[in-house]
């Protein structure tokens, strides 16, 4: 257990609709990132928040949010939902240089 | 534009050899170079990380070669077992916590 909790494992959905994914981090840790992984794909980084605030953004589709609350759990929303948004969407959380990924989210688009 | 360029892509290898996988990066500016291991389903774990003044380190069978001048590192696996069979990836951070990641490496240790 990497202490960074996400929720839900695995969605499966339909073409145009609307998701959200949640993310807990590590106890302390102020940093959220999202990132998407295709199928044989690269860690694609999408968003970074630091204390509620965004603090980075990556090749983060106009169809997807993002957020972090005061308790530092962060909320990544996925809308107008395609087949190739199909991936696994890691959280990660850091403090210092430290950066810990969560065991995912796999979305399938159906 | 990728900021830290991973290869190879892919990596056979056979029970006891040694795997190396390398990484070049162009901005001067990154203080931080971890080397994360993942296995099908899971999330990247860190595995090991160097800073750019050190040239060397190793943990276990893992070593990380650090070369600033010409701006590459590397990631040695000695004595490769199969349960090392993972994607591995390299990494290089900003201040501020950014973080650049290599395209990965699938690596097989055949037995």
Known sequence: ?110 | QQQVKQSPQSLIVQKGGISIINCAYENTAFDYFPWYQQFPGKGPALLIAIRPDVSEKKEGRFTISFNKSAKQFSLHIMDSQPGDSATYFCAASLTGNQFYFGTGTSLTVIP
């Open chain 1, 1 to 110: 257990d990497s202490g960074v909790t996400q929720t839900p494992k695995h969605l499966i959905t339909a073409t145009g609709q609307r998701v959200t994914l949640r993310c807990s981090p590590r106890s302390g840790d102020l940093s959220v990132y999202w990132y998407q992984q295709s199928l044989d794909q690269g860690l694609q980084f999408l968003i970074q928040y630091y204390n509620g605030e965004e603090r980075a953004k990556g090749n983060i589709l106009e169809r997807f949010s993002a957020q972090q609350f005061p308790d530092l759990h962060s909320e990544l929303n996925l809308s107008s939902l395609e087949l190739g948004d199909s991936a696994l969407y890691f959280c990660a959380s850091s403090v210092q240089k430290r950066i810990t990924f969560g065991s995912g989210t796999r979305l399938t688009v159906v």
